[in-house]
């Protein structure tokens, strides 16, 4: 049986949190924070925690990024409702847009909830869930679980070029999470492919003709 396109779209959101958090969940209370599993050359599981955006980024303070979260999955989840049924919001366009909102809400449990529901010990310990003293932060204050690490290669820079010369540069360095990754392919597909497409609802459904490419 086909899915309805609004269908697809709760799918993908819940799969996508599902399995982002059973993963930070697993790391979590397994690994030590800082531990580095090495699974090949190029591929580890590191784990650390951030308060930032994706990929460790820092930008303003806890509380703003988490209700910058919220604000924003609220709005990706209206406009989904909005445009699900409208005659030009192609299957791809809206599996898109479900990405970058499955992997916002996933970010968005970690600050919530992670505070309250883990203990946060100093390595070599692991942490608990539902810990007998309590969480190690309020409510919003948690820390966001990150673990892919992909070191693809590196190389010194020679010494003769100003400013890096003698250091090493490393690609890709960023440590990121399922949630991050949802987010990045669902931007990055949105732009290449559906960019025509970021409009408003009521320009959605205006009838197709045949000079449409999406007909």
């Not at 919530?112 to 529901?117: A, E, N, R, V």
């Not at 100093?122 to 409510?139: Q, W």
């Not at 890709?172 to 991050?180: E, H, Q, S």
Request: net charge neutral; hydrophobic share 55%.
């Amino acid at each position: 049986m086909k899915l309805s396109k609004g269908a697809l779209a709760t799918a993908i959101i819940l799969l996508v949190i599902i399995l982002d958090q059973a993963l930070k969940i697993w790391v979590k209370t397994h690994f030590y924070l800082g531990e580095d599993l090495t699974i090949t050359g190029w591929f580890h599981l590191y784990f650390i925690e951030n308060n930032g955006m994706a990929f460790g980024m820092e930008l303003g303070s806890k509380l703003f990024l988490t209700l910058f979260r919220l604000v924003l999955a609220a709005a990706l989840i209206w406009y989904i409702c909005k445009i699900k049924n409208a005659v030009r919001a192609t299957t791809g366009y809206l599996v898109c847009l479900s990405l970058i909102v499955a992997g916002a809400l996933g970010n968005i449990i970690d600050c919530m909830f992670y505070g309250l529901i883990f203990n946060n010990p100093a390595p070599p310990e692991v942490a608990v869930m539902f810990p007998a003293d309590g969480g190690y932060s309020p409510l919003f204050f948690g820390q966001v679980v990150d673990m892919f690490y992909f070191p693809l290669f590196s190389f010194v820079w020679p010494s003769w070029i100003p400013g890096v010369g003698g250091s090493t540069f490393e690609f890709f360095r960023p440590i990121f999470n399922l949630a991050d990754a949802a987010i990045s392919v669902g931007i990055i597909a949105l732009l290449l492919f559906h960019a025509r497409l970021l409009v408003s609802p009521a320009a959605l459904n205006r009838p197709l003709t045949y000079s449409d490419d999406d007909k």
